[in-house]
């Protein structure tokens, strides 16, 4: 990190900014700190920080999930610092990071900056998804956002369409739904792709399959998407499907019709 980082870090404890570690990385960062009894919703909407430290304060359950009421793991990360050595269920507390008191001033700069990483990388891809959505905006592309961990999913109307999870098969919020109605035939190929994305063996992806409708048709779409990684694990996954069937059926140089519609005509034998 540069000095004057652009997001201001805050701190919460009973202590004096300058009685603590992060006195030490002032010229690393921007630090603001508050004491747990103050209300902190309205400090936290007034200005836009990058993350929250809890310094000393335990896993305080109260103050985390004030937080959590209004943002989620990705949109504002917490870190605590404390005594325990290696406390169990951070991510179903609402916690991002922990560190130990004991840690070296080093150590804490570390984690600070990976956490401060991962929150800009989120406000980077957040202002990418409101430039898509403002590109995609009276076409017929789709658009779809997983948080892989809070176990969350946002379509728009026209993914719901083209993934035929209009009535509401979207139930789980997992990237799961993604692969509900794929014909049989590409459905292991697209997990399989999915997956080694999300593992990392891929930078991104881009993936052609049918989806089979109620109605007993099917389209061919094209979905191409991004995973967001903190430390390495896929924690968000966000991108677009689009209707590519018209593209398919006909050759581009002869205009002969495609192996697709040759293939399809076989099926219907």
Known sequence: MTENSLYPILVI???????????ELHNKFTFEAVKPSQELLPILQAEDF?????????QNEKIISEIRSAY????????????????????????????????????????????????????????DEERLKLAVKGSNSGIFDYDLINKTADYSTRALELLALENGEAKEGSWQDLTANIHPEEKETVVSKIENHLKGDSPRLEIQF????????????????QALRKDG???????????????LSYDNITGLPGRHIFFDLL???
């Open 13 to 23: 404890s009973e202590q004096e900014l300058n009685e603590t570690p992060f006195g």
């Open 50 to 58: 990058a993350l929250v430290i809890l310094y000393k304060l335990g």
């Open 72 to 127: 989620d793991m990705a949109q504002l990360p917490i870190a605590v610092v404390g005594t325990a050595k290696s406390p169990k269920g951070l991510y179903e507390r609402g916690i991002n990071q922990y560190m130990n008191n004991s840690a070296s001033l080093q150590e804490i700069e570390e984690k600070i900056c990976g956490l401060y990483s991962f929150s800009d990388t989120h406000r980077r891809l957040f202002a």
């Open 210 to 225: 049918r989806i089979l409708y109620s109605d007993g048709t099917h389209r061919w779409i094209l979905m191409r998407g």
């Open 233 to 247: 694990e896929a924690v968000r996954l966000t991108g677009t499907v689009n209707d590519i069937s018209s593209s």
């Open 267 to 269: 099926e219907r034998c």
